[in-house]
C-alpha cells in the first residue's frame, strides 16, 4: 500500500498545509519503513515532497475527499 501512495502522491511538494503529502506514523517501526522507502526513492534521483511525522490528532475530510480513488475508478 505504502509503494502504490508513493507512486500516487505528488511528489513535487509545495503547496499549502492542509495538503501536505506526508506518511503519517504510529511506532518507531513504521517510521523507519517509511523513512526506508522514502530514501530508496531518493536513491533513484527523485525528489520526495513526502515528509514523515507521528501521529497527532487526525481529522475527518470533508466528505468529498472520502474514497477518492474508489471515485476516480482506481
Known amino acids: 500500500m505504502m509503494d502504490f501512495f508513493i507512486g500516487e502522491a505528488s511528489l513535487g511538494g509545495g503547496g499549502s498545509s492542509q495538503y501536505k503529502t506526508a506518511l ?11 523513512e526506508k522507502k522514502l530514501d ?9 515532497g513526502i515528509d514523515t511525522a507521528p501521529v497527532t490528532k487526525v481529522y475527518r475530510a470533508e466528505e468529498y475527499h472520502q474514497r477518492f480513488y474508489e471515485k476516480k475508478g482506481y
Not at 40 to 48: C, E, L, N, P, S
Open 24 to 34: 503519517w506514523w504510529h511506532s518507531e517501526e513504521q517510521k523507519k519503513i517509511a
Open 40 to 48: 530508496a526513492v531518493r536513491k533513484t534521483g527523485r525528489y520526495v
